[in-house]
C-alpha cells in the first residue's frame, strides 16, 4: 500500500489549475453537489485495478461500485454514486483508534510508545521494527497500529473492544456495526499481524496481550462504514473534535491536530510525500477501497471504488481526491498572490 498515482487526473482531462485555495470555508452546497457530480461522471467508467483477494470475503467485492461524499464542519452532507454502500473501515481505522488512544493517555505517552515517524518502508514491514529497535515507528503502519491498539484502556477483550467501537460510532454519528462475514475472513488470515505481535512483545512495545490485541485490531478494520460515514468523520477531525451532525465533543482539538499530523506525515506510508504533493491533504486509505482526507477546518471527503493499484490503494477514489482537492480549494498548500494594496503590485 502507499502508491499514489501520479498526475491523477490525466486520464480525464486537466484538472483545476486555478481553484480556489485552501483558506475559508467550502463553497456552497450547489458548487460541490455540482464538483461531485463532475467527479463522478468523469471517473464513472474507469474500470483500472483489482480487488483485493488476500482477505477472501474482500474478493467479492464489485468492483464497478464508486461513491463520493462531502461532509462539512456545519453539518451539510452531499454525496454521489453509490455513496450509501456499505464496505469494511479496514486501515482507515487507525487514524480513529490513535486519536481515543492519544485522548485517553496524553500525546506524549502516545508518542513515546508508538512513535509519529514514517518507516520508509511498507504498511506490513517486519523489517522496519527490527531496524528501529522494536519501535513501531508510527500509528498508520500495522505495526504501530497494533501498539496503538494495545494501549486501549479496559479491563479485558470485551472493555476494549466496546470502546474502540463505540469510540469510532461517537466520530461517525451513529452506530458501526461488525461486518462479521470480513472478520471471520480477515481473522482466519491475519498471521502476519499476530507475527508483528508478537516481535513488539518481545521488544516489550505492546500494552496487552498479542494475540487479543490483533482480535481487537481485526475487528476494528471490519466494522462496516459507507462514504457518507466516512465523510462525517472526517469532518469531526476538521471541526476539532465536535462531531458536526450530533454537537458531541469526541475529542479535543488537540487530539484532531495530533492524529492529522500523524495522517500527513505516515497516512499513506512510504508514499506519504508523494500524496500531499498531489493531494495536498491528510488522508489515509483501505484495502477495501476507501479513501478518506480532512481539510482542517473544512470538513471531510471520502471515496470507496474496490479497484486497486498494486499497493493496495483505490485507483478511482485517488483520481476523484485529487480532482475534488482542487475543484474545492481542500490543498492546504494552495494559495494565491496577495496583492500588496498600498503600491498596486505583487
Same mark, same amino acid.
Given at each position: 500500500?502507499? %502508491?499514489?498515482?501520479?498526475?491523477?487526473?490525466?486520464?480525464?482531462?486537466?484538472?483545476? %489549475?486555478?481553484?480556489?485555495?485552501?483558506?475559508?470555508?467550502?463553497?456552497?452546497?450547489?458548487?460541490?453537489?455540482?464538483?461531485?457530480?463532475?467527479?463522478?461522471?468523469?471517473?464513472?467508467?474507469?474500470?483500472?485495478?483489482?480487488?483485493?483477494?488476500?482477505? $477472501? /470475503?474482500?474478493?467479492?467485492?464489485?468492483?464497478?461500485?464508486?461513491?463520493?461524499?462531502?461532509?462539512?464542519?456545519? !453539518?451539510?452532507?452531499?454525496?454521489? #454514486?453509490?455513496?450509501?454502500?456499505?464496505?469494511?473501515?479496514?486501515?482507515?481505522?487507525?487514524?480513529?483508534?490513535?486519536?481515543?488512544?492519544?485522548?485517553?493517555?496524553? @500525546?506524549?505517552?502516545?508518542?513515546?510508545?508508538?512513535?509519529?515517524?514514517?518507516? #520508509?518502508?511498507?504498511?506490513?514491514?517486519?523489517? /522496519?521494527?527490527?531496524?528501529?529497535?522494536?519501535? $513501531?515507528?508510527?500509528?498508520?503502519? *500495522?505495526? !504501530?497500529?497494533?501498539?496503538?491498539?494495545?494501549?486501549?484502556?479496559?479491563?479485558? /477483550?470485551?472493555?476494549?473492544?466496546?470502546?474502540?467501537?463505540?469510540?469510532?460510532?461517537?466520530?461517525?454519528? @451513529?452506530?458501526?456495526?461488525?461486518?462479521?462475514?470480513?472478520?471471520?475472513?480477515?481473522?482466519?488470515?491475519?498471521?502476519? *499481524?499476530?507475527?508483528?505481535?508478537?516481535?513488539?512483545?518481545?521488544? %516489550?512495545?505492546?500494552?496487552?496481550?498479542?494475540?487479543?490485541?490483533?482480535?481487537?485490531?481485526?475487528?476494528?478494520?471490519?466494522?462496516?462504514?459507507?462514504?457518507?460515514?466516512?465523510?462525517?468523520?472526517?469532518?469531526?477531525?476538521?471541526?476539532?473534535?465536535?462531531?458536526?451532525?450530533?454537537?458531541?465533543?469526541?475529542?479535543?482539538?488537540?487530539?484532531?491536530?495530533?492524529?492529522? /499530523?500523524?495522517?500527513?506525515?505516515?497516512?499513506?506510508?512510504?508514499?506519504?510525500?508523494?500524496?500531499?504533493? %498531489?493531494?495536498?491533504?491528510?488522508?489515509?486509505?483501505?484495502?477495501?477501497?476507501?479513501?478518506?482526507?480532512?481539510?482542517?477546518?473544512?470538513?471531510?471527503?471520502?471515496?470507496?471504488?474496490?479497484?486497486?493499484?498494486?499497493?493496495?490503494?483505490?485507483?478511482?477514489?485517488?483520481?476523484?481526491?485529487?480532482?475534488?482537492?482542487?475543484?474545492?480549494?481542500? *490543498?492546504?498548500?494552495?494559495?494565491?498572490?496577495?496583492?500588496? $494594496?498600498?503600491?498596486?503590485?505583487?
Amino acid at each position: 500500500m502507499g %502508491e499514489v498515482i501520479h498526475n491523477p487526473g490525466d486520464s480525464a482531462g486537466p484538472v483545476h %489549475e486555478a481553484a480556489a485555495v485552501s483558506t475559508g470555508s467550502l463553497p456552497s452546497a450547489e458548487v460541490v453537489d455540482d464538483a461531485l457530480s463532475a467527479a463522478y461522471a468523469r471517473f464513472r467508467d474507469d474500470a483500472s485495478g483489482r480487488v483485493a483477494d488476500y482477505i $477472501p /470475503a474482500l474478493a467479492e467485492a464489485d468492483p464497478s461500485l464508486f461513491g463520493l461524499s462531502v461532509a462539512d464542519v456545519h !453539518g451539510s452532507v452531499r454525496q454521489a #454514486g453509490d455513496a450509501s454502500h456499505p464496505f469494511s473501515i479496514q486501515s482507515i481505522s487507525k487514524a480513529f483508534v490513535f486519536a481515543l488512544v492519544d485522548q485517553a493517555l496524553g @500525546r506524549e505517552s502516545v508518542r513515546r510508545r508508538v512513535g509519529v515517524n514514517n518507516t #520508509g518502508l511498507p504498511f506490513n514491514s517486519i523489517l /522496519a521494527i527490527e531496524l528501529n529497535h522494536g519501535s $513501531p515507528m508510527n500509528p498508520m503502519v *500495522n505495526a !504501530g497500529a497494533l501498539a496503538t491498539t494495545s494501549l486501549v484502556p479496559g479491563a479485558d /477483550a470485551a472493555d476494549r473492544w466496546d470502546f474502540v467501537q463505540q469510540g469510532l460510532s461517537r466520530f461517525a454519528g @451513529r452506530e458501526l456495526k461488525l461486518d462479521m462475514r470480513v472478520y471471520t475472513s480477515e481473522a482466519g488470515s491475519n498471521q502476519r *499481524n499476530e507475527s508483528i505481535a508478537r516481535l513488539l512483545d518481545s521488544y %516489550e512495545r505492546l500494552g496487552w496481550d498479542p494475540i487479543q490485541t490483533t482480535d481487537v485490531y481485526t475487528k476494528q478494520c471490519s466494522l462496516s462504514v459507507t462514504t457518507r460515514d466516512l465523510a462525517i468523520m472526517g469532518s469531526t477531525l476538521a471541526a476539532g473534535g465536535v462531531n458536526p451532525l450530533t454537537g458531541d465533543q469526541v475529542v479535543d482539538a488537540s487530539v484532531c491536530r495530533d492524529t492529522l /499530523a500523524a495522517l500527513a506525515t505516515s497516512g499513506l506510508y512510504e508514499r506519504s510525500g508523494d500524496w500531499l504533493y %498531489e493531494i495536498g491533504m491528510p488522508g489515509k486509505s483501505g484495502v477495501s477501497g476507501g479513501i478518506l482526507t480532512i481539510a482542517p477546518g473544512k470538513g471531510g471527503l471520502a471515496a470507496f471504488s474496490p479497484g486497486l493499484d498494486p499497493a493496495g490503494n483505490s485507483i478511482r477514489g485517488q483520481r476523484a481526491t485529487h480532482y475534488l482537492s482542487g475543484a474545492l480549494g481542500l *490543498n492546504l498548500f494552495a494559495s494565491a498572490p496577495h496583492l500588496r $494594496p498600498e503600491v498596486g503590485t505583487y
